[in-house]
């Protein structure tokens, strides 16, 4: 197998970032180029489309003119950020201008790496080549099952299973220099076919890794949604606590409408903090709303939070850990940033600027 046995995300070399915080520019700023989806997956919330109504969200695909605008503001900062992550709630993929948003980004000059998530049903040549060209760095393909029975069952979606390996096959010998990924949730398959999603992907593609489900979003219960039962970390760790949420000192998220959330989580739009049609990233970036929510998760209160308390990404799939440092950070932070007492941090229920927002 060429492959390397290595997860999607970089879990060596990371900047310590008790070291950085307060952070003057993000090191990491999701863009989501489309919020639906073309599978109905029973582990992930988009899948359930009764619920995403439920929320209000906006279904569809970010417009050229936001994405734009997003890549515009990154000048305002004093660097470039390191990664845009092109995903977030949906298949990416469904935006035709996928290629042009990452040509515009790469030609900037303000991110120094652009990173997506597919399922792969659009991975074909035709689609593909423009992407390469335009200088994506890593594509990350979401294997959902050895079989098209298992997709039918947990996907929803009637999916040609041999296509779809020569397609990734095609990606992998067109691939420039873009890192090519491939990971399956180990619950999807049985031990011989674990063996067998190595002998497929494994000559084509530079990392590969059979992840575990985890409870990532909150208020959606795994669990309960697939009948499986989680008694491991994403990456085959340890489950444990964590009291501070680093995501909100090191990124945020522009969902595909341009409301921004706090956290790539949102699923629900309980976390949102701006609007970048009408905002810049950079007063979004540093807004009050965004660092109440830092204070309320430095001052040991992140229980608190209506969604933040609840939040299995932090027990199931955390790469960094500040707890240790929390306090002296509580007061580097208080004198670094000013911050109004009177403003409430996002979460809970859909916060009344999100719907003044989206007007």
């Known amino acids: 197998m060429k492959a390397e046995l290595k997860p999607r995300i970089n879990l060596e070399g990371r900047t310590p970032l008790e070291t950085v915080i307060p952070l003057a520019t993000p090191f990491i700023v999701f863009a989501d180029p489309a919020s639906s989806c073309n599978f109905k997956c029973t582990f992930c919330p988009t899948g359930h489309r009764d619920m995403i109504a439920e929320t209000g969200r906006y279904q569809g695909v970010m417009k050229f003119e936001v994405f734009q605008k997003i890549v515009d503001d990154l000048a305002e900062f004093d660097r470039p950020i390191k990664v845009l992550r092109m995903y977030k709630d949906g298949e990416p993929l469904l935006n035709k201008r996928f290629a042009d948003m990452v040509a515009y980004a790469n030609k900037s000059g303000r991110v120094d790496y652009i990173d997506t998530t597919t399922n792969g049903t659009l991975i074909t040549p035709d689609r593909m080549g423009p992407i390469i060209e335009a200088g994506i760095d890593k594509i990350n393909i979401s294997v959902d099952g050895m079989t098209e029975d298992t997709y039918q069952r947990f996907t929803g979606f009637k999916f040609d299973f041999k296509q779809f390996v020569e397609n990734v096959k095609w990606l992998y010998a067109n691939k420039g220099n873009c890192e090519i990924v491939t990971k399956i949730p180990g619950e999807l398959i049985t031990e011989a076919q674990r063996q067998e999603f190595f002998d497929t992907f494994g000559d084509h593609c530079d990392r590969i890794f059979v992840e575990n489900f985890a409870p990532c979003w909150p208020e959606f219960d795994i669990e309960k949604h697939t009948g499986v039962t989680i008694s491991k ?127």
């Open 233 to 359: 970390g994403i990456y085959q760790q340890d489950i444990g606590d964590t009291d501070t949420c680093p995501y909100i000192f090191y990124g945020c998220s522009v969902n595909a409408d341009g409301l921004v959330s706090s956290c790539f989580l949102d699923w629900g739009r309980k976390l949102i903090i701006g609007d970048v049609r009408v905002e810049s990233m950079k007063e979004i970036w540093t807004s009050d709303r965004m660092n109440a929510l830092r204070l309320q998760h430095l001052e040991g209160r992140r229980k608190q939070n209506g969604v933040c308390g609840n939040c299995g990404q932090l027990s199931h799939c955390l790469p960094d850990n500040i707890d240790a440092h929390r306090i002296p950070l509580l007061a580097k932070f208080k004198t670094l940033v000013a911050i109004d007492p009177n403003v409430e941090p996002p979460g809970g229920v859909n916060h009344k600027f999100a719907a003044e927002a989206a007007e």
